[in-house]
């Protein structure tokens, strides 16, 4: 019989160190899952600072839409949303114009299941 009375638990961090042989696995896992749709480019220029700033201002006041920001040389690029649909984009990018007044629609991979 075994004495299931007490119970120990562990709190800590821990630290995973991966091969680079599975972080390029996973990075082709992900592009299986990827098809062409629209996102809203909110932000494109060479200045990083500015990139993150956009971010997040975005994030302030759309949390649950996801947003991405990418290094294009010679620029930083912020774009959000993951829309299947022109149309869905289209009545997106008319609710943020008035935060992001530059933002335009454009075709991109997205990940329709983080929507």
């Known amino acids: 019989m075994i004495d299931n009375s007490s119970s120990i638990r562990y709190i800590g961090t821990s630290t995973i160190q991966m091969d680079g042989r599975i972080q390029k696995l996973s990075e082709k896992f992900n592009r299986l899952y990827e098809t062409p749709g629209y996102r ?3 932000y494109s220029a060479p200045k990083r600072e500015d990139s993150r700033k956009f971010k997040s201002k975005f994030k302030m006041h759309y949390p649950d839409v996801n947003s991405y ?5 010679p620029n930083y690029n912020v774009k959000v949303g993951d ?5 869905d984009a ?3 990018h ?5 935060h ?14 983080r929507n």
């Open 83 to 87: 829309f299947l649909e022109r149309h």
């Open 69 to 73: 920001e990418e290094y294009n040389q």
């Open 94 to 98: 008319k609710e943020i114009k008035i």
């Open 90 to 92: 289209y009545r997106f």
């Open 40 to 42: 809203i480019m909110i």
């Open 100 to 113: 992001f007044p530059y933002s335009y629609i454009i075709r991109d991979f997205i990940h329709p299941e």
